[in-house]
């Protein structure tokens, strides 16, 4: 069985979109312990079978791709736990965890190429744990990996498209830039970290439930929460005592977690 974990952006600053549209990013990518599992069999075809939350299993599936890039012929059983469209990148997870599995012959700099062509996330994952990822999120410095760091997540019924909200973003990259590796300096001393994400006020402009969700969550919770991705997740530091209120919160509707950072 293979895990292929999810990610949380623990900040994401826009630097400006390039000439094929796509935007360049800076952020820290921490694995979180949510995960999805797969198992692989050898087989006279390729074919994804997809189990627990809802996931394509033909060709748009990324595992599915992935397995397709490599020209194997195998069998892939997906135990689907991370949500789609909630900037997890379970998707992109997934595709890796094929490479890892079915890659093993390749050389490193052609594996990570392949990579990349299935999309911009899935490079980090080949190493996961923590990391700067700049370039479009294909260009991957691994960190050390901060010790018990923990993260309330709220988890809507919303999901939300990257493509659209990248879009949305354009007219917002007016902040002003940051200098990152201060950011991951913070984050892994010991003082308030200053998580934030460029792309939520693009998200919640386009499903205002969004910001209806976090406001209540910071509410519920007397702290602020930062979106992952382009949405619909947020997160925040995790203490303790917060079981009471995370009943209470997930009664309207919104799934409430607790997860680590992730190393392997």
Not at 3 to 29: C, Q
Not at 59 to 87: H, M, T
Request: glycine share 12%.
């Amino acid at each position: 069985m293979i895990v292929a974990r999810a990610k949380l952006n623990l900040f994401l600053e826009l630097l400006g979109r390039r000439p094929d549209g796509y935007h360049e990013i800076d952020s820290v990518f921490a694995e979180i312990d949510l995960c999805d599992t797969l198992t692989i069999e050898p087989a006279d075809a390729l074919s994804v079978e997809v189990l627990g939350l809802p996931a394509p299993a033909g060709p748009e599936n990324l595992a599915y791709r992935a397995a397709e890039a490599l020209g194997a012929r195998v069998r892939i059983r997906l135990e689907k736990r991370i949500p789609i469209g909630g900037g997890f990148g379970g998707g992109s997870s997934d595709a890796a965890a094929v490479l890892r599995a079915l890659g093993g012959g390749i050389p490193p700099e052609r594996l990570r190429t392949i990579a990349r062509s299935l999309g911009s996330d899935v490079p980090f994952f080949l190493t996961g744990g923590l990391a700067r990822c700049r370039g479009v999120g294909d260009l991957v410095e691994p960190l050390p990996r901060p010790e018990g760091r923990r993260f309330l997540v709220l988890v809507p019924e919303l999901h939300m498209a990257t493509a659209r909200v990248y879009g949305a973003a354009g007219p917002l990259l007016t902040g002003p830039r940051r200098n990152a590796t201060v950011f991951a300096r913070r984050y892994l001393g010991k003082g308030n970290a200053p998580y934030f994400n460029r792309l939520q006020g693009a998200a919640e402009g386009l499903e205002p439930r969004l910001r209806e969700v976090r406001e209540r969550g910071e509410r519920m919770f007397e702290r602020v929460f930062t979106m992952t991705g382009s949405g619909s997740a947020y997160f925040a530091p995790l203490e303790d005592g917060v079981e009471t209120r995370a009943a209470a919160f997930e009664a309207g509707g919104v799934r409430v977690e607790a997860f680590e950072v992730a190393t392997r």
